[in-house]
């Protein structure tokens, strides 16, 4: 069974950095393309950021463009997400999820595509 565990949440001011991570077990973490999204209290849940199975191709929301990456680490089976210049409109639980291929770039963004979530972890940013 897929067990997604998220780290690195906290408090921060705007402008700090933060990076968080997701360690995959129970599952070929290698060959699924995984994400992050997140969801600000009250609102639904939005895509954050995408990365392939093999870290080839990599897609962002509009919000996060040019402040966040994503990578991974296929051989410790963890996923990142740096985020710089972080924004009070940032704060949010943040999930990661394993998508149901390698390559889910056609439809990245829908939730769908996501079989696997991790609980979440809490970002907030303050002014």
């Known amino acids: 069974q897929v067990q997604l565990v998220e780290s690195g949440g906290g408090l921060v001011q705007a402008g700090d950095s933060l990076r968080l991570s997701c360690a995959a077990s129970g599952v070929a973490f290698s060959t699924y393309a995984m994400g992050w999204f997140r969801q600000p209290q009250g609102k639904e849940r939005e895509f954050v950021a995408y990365i392939a199975s093999n870290g080839g191709s990599t897609w962002y929301g509009e919000s996060v463009k040019g402040r966040f990456t994503i990578s991974r680490d296929n051989a410790k089976n963890v996923v990142y997400l740096q985020m710089n210049s972080l924004k009070p409109e940032d704060t949010a639980v943040y999930f990661c999820?394993?998508?149901?291929?390698?390559?889910?770039?056609?439809?990245?963004?829908?939730?769908?595509?996501?079989?696997?979530w991790g609980q979440g972890t809490q970002v907030t940013v303050s002014s």
């Open positions: 999820a394993q998508a149901r291929a390698y390559d889910v770039s056609w439809n990245y963004r829908s939730s769908s595509q996501y079989t696997a």
